[in-house]
């Protein structure tokens, strides 16, 4: 992980700036934190010390169930929050977040901001919002599961998870999510192969079609 500094911290926060969000100004102690993929921007059980808002990239979020089984739960993209349970909640539980490209927040630290925060009706209406839009987004995922084929779940996966045109998640943390067997799964991605919407190389694929694969991921989006 590395932080801005001086002029490129500064650079950055006039290119991209977030004042919109908030009636007050949060420029004094904000910090711009950039990750890696495969970067933990929060680890799991582990109160975060920021309220993050991407800018760039994307990241997954992660459980630990009580039987030690580890499920991938949902992803966050470009102009979401992350920590915002945990800036509404003393008690909270917090999910493991990972970057899944590379990703750049901005990082607001809560023990100056949490006050300003919790009193800004700006802000407040803003995260309400993009609260609903995600709780609307996981009601969504789980009917999808019926009223979907694979096909069309798993190029949206894909096109989620793929970093500079390469797609390489486990196996098994697919079907887990997408709810499907391990055959199912190897069977579509067996056919999209074949179709030269991707192609694989050892345990990756890249993908030659990203048109095809968009046009079955946007069948989701229009429902």
């Excluded at 799991?44 to 039987?67: M, S, W």
């Excluded at 977040?97 to 809560?110: G, H, Y």
């Excluded at 309400?128 to 019926?146: D, E, H, I, N, P």
Aim: with cysteine; proline share 1%; aromatic share 14%.
């Amino acid at each position: 992980m590395e932080i801005y500094k001086a002029s490129k911290k500064h650079q950055y926060v006039e290119n991209h700036s977030i004042e919109h969000l908030f009636s007050a100004s949060v420029e004094a102690y904000l910090e711009v934190h950039e990750y890696q993929r495969d970067d933990w921007i929060i680890q799991e059980g582990t109160r975060p010390d920021f309220l993050y808002y991407v800018v760039e990239g994307k990241a997954k979020i992660y459980i630990t169930h009580q039987n030690g089984k580890v499920s991938l739960i949902n992803f966050i993209n470009a102009n979401e929050f992350i920590g915002e349970m945990e800036l509404l909640h003393d008690v909270y539980y917090t999910k493991g977040i990972q970057a899944s490209t590379k990703t750049i927040c901005f990082a607001l630290p809560m023990h100056y901001y949490r006050r300003q925060l919790m009193e800004d009706a700006k802000f407040l209406r803003e995260l309400t919002r993009f609260l609903s839009v995600k709780a609307t987004q996981m009601a969504m995922k789980y009917t999808q599961s019926l009223a979907f084929p694979l096909e069309n779940r798993l190029a949206d996966f894909i096109l989620q998870t793929a970093d500079n045109g390469i797609y390489k998640e486990k196996h098994v943390t697919v079907c887990d999510y997408l709810g499907v067997s391990y055959r199912h799964l190897l069977h579509v991605l067996t056919q999209f192969t074949e179709k030269h919407y991707l192609q694989k190389d050892g345990r990756k694929y890249h993908i030659e079609q990203y048109d095809a694969l968009k046009g079955l991921s946007q069948a989701l989006k229009n429902k």
